[in-house]
């Protein structure tokens, strides 16, 4: 079984279209997170979701929507998609907040806006 | 967190052993030396940390120099399936939040 899994693994839409992001971690872990991978291959953090509670959301704009239903979920949802948003975007988990230093990846999904 | 420099990019041959440095000269004392790694097309796979003894697991090992102002990760002896984006991330001890991941070292590995 794999351990966080995120689906599409690809996403290929138009600029201006609503899309969504799956991810789901069957560790039994508390926190969950969201990171983007740019062309340049740089890793940044989005958002941080601890017990379905939103911890840290960096400097990204409003378009960008996660949703916890529980915890072992947290989705993506992105509005009104740019080109600049085309990257590729990972999700993780750890066990706890304290933890995030040995967190589980997903195999990522790359966003393609044209 | 503290800064990490890495060199950007280098080569081993295939069943040789690898050393990937990785300087922290700003390291406080409750900093934890993490390694990470990135296989193409593939999210970041956590490798090894440390604090200050050298660390040994199945995957690598991680040497921590005495001063702690620098560490190298060993894989004692690289396969093709070990070619990938290499992290050096210093977090203190029990600090919540995320990763901050630089520009890592991408070690190639010729057959």
């Known amino acids: 079984d794999t351990a966080v899994s995120q689906t599409p693994k690809y996403l290929v839409t138009q600029m201006g279209n609503d899309k969504s992001i799956k991810c789901e971690q069957n560790?039994?872990?508390?926190?969950m997170y969201w990171y983007k991978q740019d062309s340049k291959k740089f890793l940044k953090i989005m958002f941080s979701y601890n017990n379905k509670e939103l911890i840290i959301n960096e400097t990204v704009p409003n378009r960008f929507s996660p949703k916890s239903p529980d915890k072992a979920h947290l989705n993506l949802h992105i509005n009104s998609l740019e080109l600049g948003d085309s990257a590729v975007y990972f999700c993780?988990?750890?066990?706890?907040?304290?933890?995030?230093?040995?967190?589980?990846f997903g195999q990522g999904t790359r966003l393609t806006v044209v | 967190d503290a800064k990490t420099t890495q060199p950007n990019s280098m080569e081993s041959n295939e069943e040789e052993p690898v050393h990937l440095p990785c300087n922290h000269s700003?390291?406080?004392?409750?900093?934890?030396i993490h390694w990470y790694r990135q296989l193409p097309s593939q999210g970041p796979e956590y490798v090894i940390h440390g604090l200050t003894s050298n660390v040994n697991n199945r995957m690598a090992s991680l040497a921590i120099a005495e001063d702690r102002k620098s560490s190298t990760l060993i894989l004692h002896r690289a396969t093709l399936r070990d070619a990938a984006v290499y992290y050096c991330?210093?977090?203190?001890?029990?600090?919540?939040?995320?990763?901050?991941f630089g520009k890592g070292t991408k070690l190639s590995v010729k057959p």
């Open positions: 560790l039994g872990h508390d926190t």
């Open positions: 993780a988990s750890s066990q706890d907040m304290g933890r995030a230093a040995e967190a589980f």
């Open positions: 991330i210093l977090r203190v001890r029990g600090s919540q939040g995320n990763l901050i």
């Open positions: 700003t390291i406080s004392g409750t900093d934890y």
